[in-house]
């Protein structure tokens, strides 16, 4: 059990350009989560899969984000067209059948200049 | 709808003096409670968590909560801090037949002086 594994740890990327960020959950977690966390906030939710199906998005996701978890493995997160307001840590986690708690990666920081 | 909240930006407390964060909650049902800390520039690591039973529960590094049901609280409680346990602290809670998410706290400072 390596943990959940989010790459890049972090991202400076210019107005407008797109990014995508790899989430992977530690190994046989049927459950994940995205959050985005802003300085001095807790965490939001963004999206929730169980297995490769997206069952609840966040109205705070608009139509520039999109996540994908194909086969139900890892999962990835795009942004387009990104904003200065996209700026914060983008945390994955995930949760498996025996677990009630969700395990959290490191996060990636994004930083939109 | 599910909310949390965390009554108190910071906490200061000396070395070796009892710790208290507190978290009260508002959800439909019976809910699962969580206190996850998070050091700067890393994830949530989660500390302890309350299913059902004792109302004392205990969790990592010596910390415990205590389940208040009448008063919807959930407080993170150390009877000795240590200088190590200065972090940011989350509470969190999620529906017992909803896994589609975690509702968090803004979260607690908790500031351990020497």
């Known amino acids: 059990d390596t943990g959940v594994s989010q790459n890049p740890r972090h991202k400076i990327t210019k107005r407008g350009q797109n990014v995508t960020f790899r989430c992977d959950p530690i190994?046989?977690?049927?459950?994940l989560y995205w959050y985005r966390q802003t300085l001095g906030q807790g965490p939001e939710f963004l999206t929730y899969?169980?297995?490769?199906?997206?069952?609840?998005k966040s109205r705070l996701l608009s139509d520039r984000f999109s996540a994908e978890r194909p086969k139900g493995s890892f999962s990835t997160l795009e942004i387009q067209r990104t904003e200065q307001g996209d700026s914060a840590m983008y945390l994955c986690?995930?949760?498996?059948?025996?677990?009630?708690?969700?395990?959290f990666g490191q996060g990636t920081r994004l930083t939109v200049v | 709808a599910q909310s949390v909240a965390q009554p108190e930006d910071q906490v200061n407390v000396a070395e070796g003096n009892p710790l208290t964060v507190k978290c009260t909650y508002s959800?439909?049902?019976?809910?699962?409670l969580f206190w996850y800390v998070q050091y700067p520039n890393r994830g949530l690591q989660f500390l302890l968590k309350y299913i059902t039973g004792d109302n004392l529960v205990k969790g990592s590094y010596g910390f415990e909560a205590e389940f208040n049901k009448s008063q919807t609280s959930f407080h993170l409680k150390k009877p000795s801090a240590l200088v190590s346990d200065s972090a940011l602290y989350f509470c969190?809670?999620?529906?017992?037949?909803?896994?589609?998410?975690?509702?968090f706290g803004s979260g607690t400072k908790l500031n351990v002086k020497p």
């Open positions: 959800v439909s049902g019976n809910p699962y």
């Open positions: 899969f169980q297995n490769e199906a997206q069952l609840e």
């Open positions: 969190a809670v999620r529906d017992r037949d909803n896994f589609n998410k975690f509702y």
């Open positions: 190994s046989e977690h049927n459950r």
């Open positions: 986690a995930s949760s498996g059948d025996s677990n009630t708690e969700a395990f």
